[in-house]
């Protein structure tokens, strides 16, 4: 089973940047898909970025194109999260999650259907 741990939220202002790290143990990641979550108070939990470590396939919402970027380092085991230009409305915690993907052929996007779970790291923009 996969233990997922995120880190490197923060606080940041308008047009910064952060990476978050999420940190896998209990199982290397080969063959599972992860993605990033977020959730912003009052708000349902929305899919950021997806990558897959079967192909490298990587998929974004479109609130983030062009800012974000997925990567994953097969040998710490650990995916990240580059985000630059950041703005407000990216306020929220961030979640990474994990399927095993050997028998999916494209990226999931509901959160029902990521399996493993983080606890989430905080990101503040301030304006």
């Given amino acids: 089973e996969v233990q997922l741990v995120e880190s490197g939220g ?4 308008a047009g910064g940047s952060l990476r978050l790290s999420c940190a896998a143990s209990g199982s290397t990641l ?5 993605g990033w979550f977020r959730q912003a108070p009052g708000k349902e939990r929305e899919r950021v970025s997806s990558i897959s470590s079967i ?4 998929d974004y919402a479109d609130s983030v194109k062009g800012r974000f970027t997925i990567s994953i380092d097969d ?5 990240y999260l580059q985000m630059n230009s950041l703005k407000p409305e990216d306020t929220a915690v961030y979640y990474c999650a994990a399927y095993f993907a050997l028998s999916y052929y494209t990226l999931k996007v509901d ?3 990521y399996d493993y779970w983080g606890q989430g790291t905080q990101v503040t923009v301030s304006s």
Avoid: F, M, P, W
């Fill in 75 to 79: 040998a710490k085991n650990t995916v």
């Fill in 10 to 13: 923060g606080l940041v202002q």
């Fill in 55 to 58: 192909d490298g396939s990587t």
């Fill in 30 to 34: 080969n063959n599972y898909a992860i």
């Fill in 111 to 113: 959160a029902y259907e």
